[in-house]
């Protein structure tokens, strides 16, 4: 089999000298040369071995600088095609001109006389890992010890440093195993069983029927990027999201919050759980001692929800992972809301490059969703090519998500929020609050427009049919009015 040069290793930094550094502490650094030997033996004789090796190791795993040559050059032997033995690693170690610094052919006789049983591979290959992450681990630490002691490094970006550093050392050395279709069958036909036997969704609830109707709820380790321009209601949707989820469904539900204060989100929040008007929340208007009570009767439920915010400002990615982690851990947050995208901050090296650093943040956010095995929905800005646009009704489209076209390739799900009368596209007063709920992309199902009504005093969206609804039930009661004044007069 073909293997990239790359296969099993990352990018080390060699800034740090584990020798030196294990001598000024005590310490030697972790190793084990003679399994490193016990292993490349193998690979000589036994080519089995050659893609058990090749599958679990990279360069990195061999602590000896001539063992580490020895392994390099049979990875290039397999990526040319050529059977890995004596003869073809040292002819390899010739043309690398690295034979000399390897010890030549008597180097790679006394490996093959070193060989422990092939049986044994598997648990030789796990220790040489073992010693890989705590090394990586001793290196990261050491990075992160003399960045501490840098006055001239901001704390936030030694905090951002210090994450990603332990991050990428372990998981450079995690892999995930590779399934056999039969397994994967077994294990959708179960869930495909439990789905029979529970009725309704099979995901995240969004709280509205006709939503619900062709997304099943938010599915599991799917990315949902829900976009629209500024003010149109992003945020008031998402809100009413995660709302419907954890007060009427109990799920725990996070949101990070870059945009807004906690505060204000609560508030947000009790406006639309309270029936009051954003005035009187927001103390532009005063509260009758009746709307006090009822206030705190309708607060009750929504205080008691399982919901966390998190309002750092321009959190960074791999903060934002780590946190994610630990909610889903320690909170069983069944749903992530991010608020919103663009105002996330991706690593330092690409920050002169802003298309890159939104492209690494979108990929990051499908990979936790993936990793977490949660969904993860996603605001994000609209460029102004949506509005300036002629034809189409206004309608914003996939190219128009902002700065970068790979939150449209990352996302499972995009969703945009178009209203008509606010982009001045229609000036009749019957239109203001019409508002359509466009779903533009559905890896696992179909593309729709969905009628609502956003009521902005109540910051809350509703559905046409409750809205008819409520028309009715008023309608009922003028006409219930008339009579009654009617038969008195």
């Known amino acids: 089999m073909a293997v990239s040069k790359s296969t099993g290793t990352r990018k080390k930094d060699t800034a740090v000298d584990l020798d030196k550094l294990g001598l000024e502490i005590g310490n030697k650094p972790p190793q084990a040369l003679d399994v490193e030997e016990a292993v490349l033996g193998s690979m000589l004789l036994e080519p089995a071995c050659v893609d058990q090796a090749l599958e679990e190791l990279g360069p990195s795993c061999f602590y000896d600088p001539k063992n580490r040559t020895v392994f390099e050059a049979m990875c290039a032997l397999v990526n040319e095609h050529v059977s890995v033995d004596i003869i073809t690693v040292g002819a390899k170690l010739r043309q690398m001109g690295k034979a000399e610094e390897v010890g030549g052919a008597m180097y790679l006789a006394s490996l093959s006389e070193k060989v422990g049983a092939a049986a044994h591979i598997e648990y030789y290959l796990k220790i040489l890992k073992q010693k890989n992450i705590q090394r990586d681990l001793i290196s990261a630490s050491y990075d992160i010890l003399k960045d501490a002691y840098d006055d001239s490094v901001k704390v936030d970006d030694l905090i951002d440093k210090a994450q990603t550093k332990v991050y990428d050392a372990i998981q450079s050395n995690v892999r995930k195993e590779i399934q056999d279709i039969g397994s994967v069958i077994n294990e959708a036909l179960s869930d495909i069983e439990q789905m029979q036997k529970t009725t309704g969704l099979s995901g995240v609830p969004s709280g509205f029927v006709s939503i619900d109707s062709v997304t099943m709820g938010w599915q599991k380790s799917d990315l949902i990027i829900l976009a629209a321009r500024p003010s149109v209601g992003k945020t008031a949707f998402s809100l009413n999201l995660m709302r419907n989820a954890a007060v009427d469904h109990h799920m725990p539900v996070a949101i990070f919050s870059l945009e807004m204060s906690a505060i204000q989100l609560a508030k947000r929040m009790m406006t639309s759980e309270s029936g009051l008007s954003a005035d009187k929340i927001k103390g532009g208007a005063k509260l009758e001692d009746y709307e006090w009570e009822q206030l705190e009767q309708r607060l009750r439920a929504l205080s008691s929800a399982p919901i966390y915010i998190d309002d750092t400002p321009g959190i960074q990615i791999m903060e934002f992972r780590t946190k994610a982690k630990n909610l889903v851990k320690n909170k069983g947050v069944r749903l992530i809301i ?124 509703i559905e046409m049919s409750e809205a008819l609804d409520v028309r009715a039930q008023e309608m009922g009661t003028v006409t219930f009015d008339s009579a009654m004044n009617n038969e008195f007069e």
Do not use: W
């Open 338 to 461: 991010v608020d919103y995208l663009q105002l996330m901050e991706g690593p330092n090296e690409l920050k002169a490059n802003r298309e890159q650093a939104v492209a690494f943040i979108s990929r990051t956010l499908k990979a936790t969703a993936k990793e977490l095995n949660i969904p993860i929905i996603a605001l994000s800005q609209l460029s102004r090519q949506a509005v300036q646009r002629q034809g189409g009704g206004g309608k914003p489209q996939l190219s128009d998500l902002r700065e970068s076209g790979s939150i449209e390739q990352d996302a499972d799900m995009v969703i945009f929020i178009h209203r008509p009368d606010f982009i001045g596209l229609s000036e009749n007063p019957e239109d203001k609050e019409k508002t359509q709920i466009i779903i533009a992309k559905h890896r696992n199902g179909q593309t729709c427009d969905i009628d609502m009504l956003f009521k902005g005093d109540q910051i809350r969206f």
